[in-house]
Every structure is written in structure tokens, then in C-alpha cells.
């Protein structure tokens, strides 16, 4: 299995965003992980597209936005037209699952759902032939630092069965994705549940001296390291 880190922005340093995002692309990363929040789906209010277009020219990695508003489907053209290469939305934020998924197709990205940790995965059963990501909360969104939820093992597990299963029908490939708390010590077992790409917000850009652009380099070689062994 091919494994996916993708850094999250919202825990660098926003003085030195292209530097940054060049800098952990450098040291070894996948994805960009770009989080929108908008104060009223989730208690936080942090980028728009702007940011997503400003950052683009900064490396050819695919840019992930993660769409924690509601509703959905007006701010999704404006992030394909920004450059983002995948966008993810929360079912409990769209009026029609079906219809969001499309539209993010029909603009150039790869679309995507988002289970909180309380959200049930019977979201997807309907929308799987639409669905290139499936990204699974471990901590409640909103904010960075925070604890990963053991119970998302089990949810991994599940929503891995229901992919294989689907893969084995279609042939087509859906990535798992779980963001939250993802770290070295614990990187390993989350992937033995099922996942295949991995969000790191503070665990990566939390690391080293800010005037360092290898800081990434350790953080991002002990996660590696972690998911080889």
C-alpha cells in the first residue's frame, strides 16, 4: 500500500505560508492539507480561496481543501479555479450529497466526504461511484493540537471494509484519509486499521527551530519510519 502524508497548514506559520509549504513539500511530504473554517459549521474561522490561489504557485503538490461550511456548493468553484486539486466536504453540510460530489468532479477536483467522529459512514453507501477520498475525523474539528479519538480505529476498519468491497466491484481506487492527532506513536496502528493517508498538522510543523527549513526533514522521516516498520 502507497502511503500519503499531508502536512495541514493550519498550524504553520502564516508569516511564512509559501516557505513553509515549499519547505515540508521539500522534506518529504505528499499533500498540502488546506483547512477552511468558517465560524459557523465548526467554532473557527480561518482561509479562503485567496490564500489556496497564493499558495499554488509554491509547489505542484496536490493542494487537499478540507470544506468545514456550510452550505458547500458556492465557495467549491472558486477553490477549483484557486488550484485545489481535491476538495472534501461534510455531508451534514450539503443539501444533496449526490450534487456536491458532482459538482466538485465537474470543476476538475477529486471529491471527497468527511465523517466527524460521531457521524455514521451510511453517508457514503449511496455516493461511493462519486467518491475518490473518504477523510475520517479523529479529533472534532475546529481546532489543531488536538488528542486523536481511539475509537476512530474501529471506524477505519469499517469504512476500509466497505472500500475494499466496493474496489473489488468497480476497480476503481478510494483513498481512506484520517485527520487528527496523527503522530510517530501512533501512525503505525492507524494505518493497520485501514488508512492510507495520513494529516499531521501540529506533529509536523510543531517541530524544530522556525529559522531551520530541514526541521521537517526528522518529523517527517520518524512518520516514514513508523509506517514501513
Not at 499558495?55 to 478540507?66: G, L
Not at 470543476?107 to 457514503?124: D, E, I, R, Y
Amino acid at each position: 500500500m502507497t502511503f500519503r502524508i499531508a502536512p495541514s497548514i493550519l498550524s504553520a506559520n502564516f508569516a511564512k505560508l509559501g516557505e513553509e509549504v515549499a519547505n515540508v513539500i521539500a522534506s518529504g511530504a505528499d499533500w498540502i492539507h488546506f483547512d477552511v473554517m468558517d465560524n459557523h459549521y465548526v467554532p473557527n474561522l480561518t482561509i479562503g480561496p485567496l490564500v489556496c490561489e497564493a499558495i499554488r504557485p509554491c509547489t505542484t503538490a496536490p493542494i487537499d481543501v478540507h470544506l468545514m461550511v456550510k452550505p458547500v456548493d458556492r465557495i467549491v468553484p472558486d477553490f477549483a479555479k484557486a488550484g485545489a486539486n481535491i476538495i472534501t466536504f461534510h455531508p451534514e453540510a450539503s443539501e444533496h450529497i449526490d450534487r456536491t460530489l458532482g459538482l466538485i468532479r465537474d470543476s476538475g477536483c477529486q471529491a471527497g466526504l468527511v465523517f466527524n467522529p460521531a457521524t455514521p459512514l451510511m453517508w457514503m453507501d449511496h455516493v461511493m461511484d462519486k467518491l475518490d477520498v473518504v477523510l475520517l475525523m479523529s479529533v472534532n474539528p475546529g481546532f489543531g493540537g488536538q488528542s486523536f479519538i481511539p475509537g476512530t480505529l474501529d471506524k477505519l476498519r469499517e469504512a476500509r471494509a466497505k472500500i475494499d468491497a466496493y474496489e473489488q466491484k468497480s476497480g476503481r481506487r478510494i483513498l481512506l484519509e484520517v485527520d487528527g492527532g496523527v503522530k510517530a506513536d501512533n501512525i503505525a496502528e492507524i494505518a493497520r486499521a485501514g488508512a492510507d493517508t495520513f494529516v499531521a498538522g501540529s506533529a509536523v510543523f510543531g517541530a524544530g527551530k522556525d529559522s531551520d527549513p530541514q526541521r521537517y526533514n526528522s518529523v517527517i522521516g520518524k512518520l516514514r519510519d513508523a509506517l514501513a516498520a
